[in-house]
Structure formats: structure tokens, C-alpha cells
């Protein structure tokens, strides 16, 4: 290969190296878009035969990810080998994190019971609060 493709070459490996670094996970950004944009990234840097291991790519992970995922971030470097751990081993556990925060969310937005302020209040304002047989 002439010297001048070993030069394109080593600035495109410099170029993906830097956006990579700088790739950070937005608080609304989904985590399959994120892991998309880390593996290609990751991918591409390889394939100009650049070495790039497995616990390099896994530790930017889990460093790029906004705080929401803090918690199951530090459980993994506490109790798990991150050096030995894949990048998909990092994936799956980020996104049952993530699945278990969104069922949270969506349970906790409505309200079975009323207080009886509440209740009061409800009467008082005309509201029907309970249905007649009829009704149902």
C-alpha cells in the first residue's frame, strides 16, 4: 500500500477514534439507537485494522450512558468482570434495566384510591364517584 493510503487511512482512524470518545448517550435517546451508533463506530474503526478490544468498547459503554442507567452501571463494575463481559453481555443488561424503569413509569401515573378530602370534594362538585347497577 503507498504511503499516501497509509496516511488517509491513519487520519480516517483518528477521525472515527475522536467521535467515538465523544459519543455520549442523550437522557431521550433510546438505547438501540445509542448501541447502534457505539457498535458502528466500533465496527468501522476495525475494519481499517484497527485493534480495538472488547473491554475498550464495553467500558466507553457504560461510561456514555446518562444516569438514569447509574445504578445498574455500577452494580456491573462492582460485582462483574468487565474485561471478560461483551459488548452485547453490557447491551441485554442496560436494556432490562431500561424495560424495568419504563414499567415503573407507567404504573406509577394513575391513582386507584382517593382521599377522603378527595372524595368530598368530588361529591361537592357534582362528580359521580360510583355507578348503579343499572349503570355498569
Not at 463506530?41 to 481499517?48: G, Q
Not at 468487565?82 to 424495568?100: D, P, Q, W
Amino acid at each position: 500500500m503507498s504511503q499516501g493510503a497509509e496516511k488517509v487511512k491513519a487520519a480516517k482512524i483518528q477521525t472515527l477514534k475522536s467521535e467515538f470518545e465523544a459519543l455520549s448517550m442523550k437522557d431521550t435517546e433510546m438505547l438501540d439507537d445509542f448501541c447502534v451508533k457505539i457498535n458502528g463506530l466500533a465496527t468501522n474503526i476495525r475494519a481499517l485494522g484497527e485493534d480495538m478490544k472488547e473491554a475498550y468498547v464495553v467500558k466507553k459503554l457504560l461510561r456514555a450512558v446518562p444516569s438514569k442507567f447509574l445504578q445498574i452501571v455500577s452494580t456491573m463494575e462492582q460485582f462483574g468482570d468487565i474485561e471478560t463481559m461483551t459488548v452485547e453481555e453490557v447491551i441485554g443488561s442496560l436494556k432490562a434495566h431500561e424495560e424495568r424503569l419504563n414499567g415503573q413509569s407507567d404504573n406509577s401515573g394513575g391513582k386507584l384510591m382517593l382521599t377522603e378530602e378527595e372524595w368530598i370534594k368530588k361529591e361537592n362538585e357534582g362528580g359521580k364517584l360510583l355507578l348503579t347497577r343499572e349503570e355498569w
